[in-house]
């Protein structure tokens, strides 16, 4: 009788290490697919940080070559209704331009 229970509390003692083995490893895999979860949502956030900057970029782009285009345009125009002298015309357009490019009257 003496040797089953000892059987037995061996048997236990090899359930309750192997429970904290696989308590361990189930820790150990937790925290790999905590820090790999991890490393992919940082990656995918410098993902989109870059394309925002570059969409970012292309929007800065567009808008001055629409500005610039704008400004001949403008150019054009005045050109057109205003019969000055050279040097004159030069000067109102150049007036215009500054005002148009830093708001200045």
Do not use: F, N, W
Not at 11 to 16: F, L, V
Not at 67 to 74: H, P
């Amino acid at each position: 009788m003496q040797d089953v229970i000892q059987k037995i509390i061996a048997t236990e003692s090899e359930a309750r290490l192997t429970v904290e083995a696989a308590r361990a490893e189930a820790d150990h895999i937790l925290s790999d697919a905590q820090k790999k979860g991890h490393d992919v949502v940082e990656r995918a956030r410098q993902e989109a940080l870059i394309e925002a900057g570059r969409i970012v970029g292309a929007a800065v782009e567009t808008a001055e070559r629409e500005k610039q285009y704008r400004l001949t345009e403008a150019a054009i125009q005045i050109e057109s209704h205003i019969q000055l002298e050279p040097a004159d015309r030069e000067r109102a357009i150049e007036g215009v331009v500054r005002c148009v490019v830093c708001k200045q009257p």
